[in-house]
């Protein structure tokens, strides 16, 4: 006991002499044993802290908390199978271990399997409804899984006894968005704000729903109302700047940066927030020395909080290549759907995917589906595989799998989007199992988005993104992920035909949007229709970080961007020509 209460107290040096001396005495005591583990783990020496846990569990009587301790250094370690696999024996332990069941939804979410991560947080939640974290994990997953009426009726129940909790009133807006109801969304917020007005988090809200809906004047009275209430809350600056153009703002902008000079933001992710937003707002003003710092600075302190590898990268690529051939292509044969619903628009990030996308979704027959994650999670489902799944693990896949695999994504288009002869799915990243996508759906229309190199590749540097994309946030690093993105292409393009694979370049459609509206919409079989180059006046939802963009009309204002900082971008050069 007086061991551990110093440890709660901070006095690692204290605590760790106390059990010293216990085991000295007693070499297997198994408390001590667990406790200085923990001690070791907050004191940053992970692998002694793992190797004391091990040791507690194996002197003592099986003791779930232990388990669960150990799961969680594991877990904290990024050692997920690991952490799986001791807190499974909490659990097997104590069935009603809610906090464990929870922690394992937490290692499945990491590992990007939403729908076994949702099977443990509803447990979780049934055994404790009343536990916030537990229902706004499940809530968040659910909408992740699609499961949008489910995550719906779980925020209502939660929102009737906590009622305008900002963090549940926007993921339920975001459900109803994503269900197409998007007054009933932003009725919800206006209901919350009248009961809860100086909420920074549900000014900013409202704020991020209006900016989706194109209603950007509204939007920026709510960012601004934010920071009223909180002058620190800098996710607003950095919201606030996606949507307004700071050209002929110098005096605000340098009071932003000595303001960012004098009070450090609260922490890491707010900094990160602050720093694009000035790289954004001295670039809207042609002040790209400045403008470049503050981008480099943000992503600096992006980068270290994620986990990437270009060799790892360049591993799953391979094979993608190896096993995504025309001899599994050609099993579409036997499994593929004949439905002609899905177009699939795909590529780098910042290449014009969404440009292509609102194009087409003006389109009557049309809709717009945004960034769809029903592919990659019924392939992680029925895989079970964690984070990517690598081309051996898809080829392998038997018939009735990959037939489900289809069967489950045409039936959210369907029951999202019914009636729609086309829907769009728009998430770049796709273009790393168009393999997969050909022999599911043989008829699907699938459209390559290009754009120049240094232009794509700095603008993705040049983009705070909201989840994802780990390689962004190193010149050299994207650079590298763009060359493994241009091998695979060709050796996709080397295995589908032009009737089923559309290459669109960004700079011929801003230099012509009508000829390449018109190509676009032959291409999805359908007829012609002048709203398709109207589409800055669709009132649909975009939730891209070119939500602006797209409602600006087309310009070749981003073409050619890159020249302006050649200075500052020799390693994004070398990365690309392969040095």
């Not at 709660?8 to 010293?20: M, N, S």
């Not at 628009?345 to 029903?374: C, K, N, W, Y």
């Not at 759906?441 to 994309?469: E, M, Q, V, W």
């Amino acid at each position: 006991g007086q061991a551990v209460g110093l440890q709660q107290r901070g006095d690692f040096a204290g605590a760790e002499a106390v059990y010293g001396q216990i085991l000295a005495e007693t070499p297997d005591q198994p408390d001590a044993l667990h406790y200085l583990g923990l001690l070791k783990h907050q004191s940053g020496n992970g692998a002694e802290a793992v190797l004391l846990m091990k040791k507690g569990i194996d002197a003592g009587l099986p003791n779930p908390g232990y388990f669960y301790n150990l799961g969680g250094v594991l877990l904290d370690q990024g050692k997920l199978l690991e952490a799986l696999d001791y807190l499974g024996k909490a659990v097997a332990l104590t069935p009603s271990y809610a906090a464990a069941w929870n922690r394992m939804g937490e290692t499945y979410e990491d590992m990007s399997m939403q729908f076994k991560a949702c099977e443990h947080y509803r447990k979780a939640h049934e055994l404790e409804p009343g536990v916030r974290e537990y229902t706004l994990n499940l809530v968040r997953t659910l909408r992740q899984s699609g499961e949008l009426q489910e995550a719906c009726s779980v925020s209502d129940a939660y929102l009737k006894s906590n009622p305008g909790d900002p963090a549940f009133v926007f993921l339920q807006t975001q459900c109803l968005v994503d269900s197409g109801k998007a007054e009933e969304a932003l009725e919800k917020l206006r209901v919350a704000l009248r009961a809860e007005p100086l909420s920074a988090h549900l000014q900013h809200g409202m704020g991020m729903l209006l900016s989706e809906l194109g209603r950007f004047d509204a939007a920026k009275e709510h960012f601004g109302k934010a920071l009223a209430i909180d002058p620190q809350f800098y996710g607003a600056y950095f919201s606030l700047s996606n949507i307004q153009n700071f050209c002929g703002e110098e005096a605000a902008t340098d009071e932003l940066e000595r303001k960012l000079q004098q009070q450090a933001p609260r922490d890491p992710l707010a900094a990160v927030s602050a720093e694009f937003t000035l790289g954004k707002m001295f670039d809207d003003q042609g002040r790209h020395e400045h403008a470049f710092n503050h981008f480099q600075r943000g992503n600096q302190t992006m980068r270290k909080m994620l986990r990437y590898s270009t060799d790892a990268q360049r591993v799953y690529v391979d094979s993608l290549i190896e096993h995504l051939n025309a001899g599994f292509m050609a099993r579409g044969d036997a499994v593929g759907s004949d439905s002609e619903v899905p177009v699939f628009i795909l590529g780098m990030m910042r290449s014009g995917t969404s440009l292509v996308e609102q194009i087409l979704a003006s389109h009557p027959e049309v809709a717009g589906g945004g960034e769809l994650m029903f592919l990659p999670q019924a392939l992680r489902k029925y895989t079970e595989m964690p984070t990517i799944v690598s081309g051996d693990k898809i080829a392998a896949l038997p018939d009735e799998s990959l037939q489900g695999i289809g069967a489950h994504y045409l039936a959210k288009l369907a029951e999202f989007y019914p009636g729609k002869r086309r829907v769009t799915d728009k998430l770049p990243g796709n273009f790393l199992i168009i393999g997969l996508i050909r022999t599911l759906f043989p008829k699907a229309r699938i459209i390559h988005c290009t754009r120049d190199a240094l232009d794509t590749c700095l603008s993705c540097y040049f983009t705070h993104f909201d989840g994802g994309h780990p390689y962004a946030y190193d010149l050299r690093e994207v650079g590298e992920y763009h060359r493994l993105y241009q091998r695979l292409m060709q050796h996709y393009e080397g295995l589908i035909g032009p009737e089923n694979l559309l290459t669109v370049r960004y700079e011929d459609l801003v230099n012509d949007v009508e000829r390449g509206a018109r190509a676009l919409v032959e291409f999805c079989g359908l007829d012609w229709d002048p709203a398709c180059i109207a589409f800055d006046k669709a009132p649909r939802v975009v939730k891209t970080a070119s939500l602006y963009q797209v409602r600006q009309g087309v310009h070749a204002r981003s073409v050619g961007r890159a020249q302006k900082y050649a200075d500052y971008i020799g390693p994004l050069r070398q990365a690309l020509a392969g040095d």
